[in-house]
């Protein structure tokens, strides 16, 4: 089974930036994406980014797009996520996941098997 630590929480102001990664280890054949999500005290689990690591395919929820890239390093062992113009509304714990790669439903967490403990983002002034 996959090991993912995520890494770069903490506190932001509103309109700010932060940067989590995901140091990603003994991955098996069949994991072929992997994913962010994040859960809002209170609220379910959502996935808001997906990247396909065979080709680097980048998948975006919709309250992410244009404000979050997901990208991984060349040894394709770290996967980040670069956020930008936070909003309180952003604040969760945010984790990272390995699994197979469903292009109809990219985020869905039923495809990801393997998971991190998470890291806490609070976007608050």
């Known amino acids: 089974e996959a090991q993912l630590v995520e890494s770069g929480g903490g506190l932001v102001r509103p309109g700010g930036s932060l940067t989590l990664a995901c140091t990603v280890s003994?991955?098996?054949?069949?994991?072929?994406?992997i994913g962010w999500f994040r859960q809002p005290p209170g609220q379910l689990r959502e996935g808001i980014s997906t990247i396909d690591i065979r080709y680097g395919t980048a998948y975006y929820a919709d309250q992410v797009k244009g404000r979050f890239t997901i990208s991984t390093d060349n040894a394709k062992t770290t996967v980040y996520l670069q956020m930008s113009s936070l909003r309180p509304e952003d604040t969760a714990v945010y984790s990272c996941?390995?699994?197979?790669?469903?292009?109809?439903?990219?985020?869905?967490?039923?495809?990801?098997?393997?998971w991190g403990q998470g890291t806490q983002v609070t976007v608050s002034s």
């Open positions: 996941a390995a699994g197979e790669l469903v292009t109809a439903t990219p985020m869905l967490p039923l495809w990801f098997k393997s």
């Open positions: 003994t991955l098996s054949n069949d994991d072929t994406a």
